[in-house]
């Protein structure tokens, strides 16, 4: 039987923006993958959330960024888990549930250039195929095997959407509409 192959987009997605919904697709369609799931993290190891967001904001604003498109999915392993979140555990608990599943890490090209700080990283690529993706200013360069992907150049961040919500700023066109929606009716990232 052919196994199933799925493209894991992780972070806090806080919120979720065009660039990460782009990334996605091109990732889905250039790979010819049979879903993304999008995985938002308990705890970052090398960041620290400062929003104000809960976990299910940030789930529902993924609910409401990915409902139009079928091959989305949101994976909660992460949200389970209490404390920090490192890949290597997570990738063996998917794989320990969902064993006839093949994974696709997919990383932006800051996180290509960090893989060698990362936890447990000789094992987690054996586990797994990286998926690079190239961002502004970052090289894809790194001594672990990563497949490339050249994805459309969108300077969008999460960190860009939250300062300019603190300035009332438009934050048109970088988000999903009914994202913004839910981040002006429940008040998110205001100063």
Known sequence: MQKQR?????????????GHLVIANEVLHTLKLDQIAFMPNQEPPHKVRKSGTTESDRVRMLELAIRDN????????????QGKSYSLDTIKMLKERNPDVEYYFIIG?????????????????????????NRPDYALESP???????VPQMDISSTLIRERCK?????????????????EENGLYES
């Open 109 to 133: 090209a800051d996180m290509v250039e960090y893989l060698p700080k990362w936890h447990g990283i000789e094992e987690l690529a054996e586990l797994v195929t990286f998926i690079g993706v």
């Open 70 to 81: 079928p091959f989305f999915v949101i994976e909660k392993i992460e949200l389970e888990r």
């Open 144 to 150: 672990y095997p990563v497949q490339y992907i050249e």
């Open 6 to 18: 799925i493209g894991i987009l992780g972070g806090t997605f806080d919120p979720p923006h065009l």
């Open 167 to 183: 300035k009332s700023f438009s934050i048109k066109y970088l988000l999903p509409d009914n994202v913004i929606h839910y981040i």
